[in-house]
Nanobody, 122 residues
Framework: QVQLVESGGGLVQAGGSLRLSCAAS????????MGWFRQAPGKEREFVAA????????YYADSVKGRFTISGDNAKNTVYLQLNSLKPEDTAVYVC???????????????WGQGTQVTVSS
């Protein structure tokens, strides 16, 4: 059974940092793309960042470029999202996804986690 488990969320002041982790189990995702998405209350889910595990190519939403960094550890089957210079508008549930996708910025991932809450206070 494939599982994606996120951790690392929490409450932080504006300007602060967090590191989110997404631990995958049930299969090896070394040849998959893995992405992070977020959903704020009353808003649609949106793409945040993604990485192609094979080759390490990364993708970012314009709203987080320069502040967030996605990385992967193949040995641990884990993907990380470093969140720096956080803003109140970054408040959302952050969800990890994995799959063989043509467009890593889209929603056609095969597997999704449950999410971890990130709250940024002003």
């Amino acid at each position: 059974q494939v599982q994606l488990v996120e951790s690392g969320g929490g409450l932080v002041q504006a300007g602060g940092s967090l590191r989110l982790s997404c631990a995958a189990s049930g299969r090896t995702f070394s040849r998959y793309a893995m992405g992070w998405f977020r959903q704020a209350p009353g808003k649609e889910r949106e793409f945040v960042a993604a990485i192609r595990r094979s080759g390490g190519v990364t993708y970012y939403a314009d709203s987080v470029k320069g502040r967030f960094t996605i990385s992967g550890d193949n040995a641990k089957n884990t993907v990380y999202l470093q969140l720096n210079s956080l803003k109140p508008e970054d408040t959302a549930v952050y969800v990890c996804a994995a799959g063989r996708v043509g467009d890593p910025t889209g929603f056609e991932y095969d597997y999704w986690g449950q999410g971890t809450q990130v709250t940024v206070s002003s």
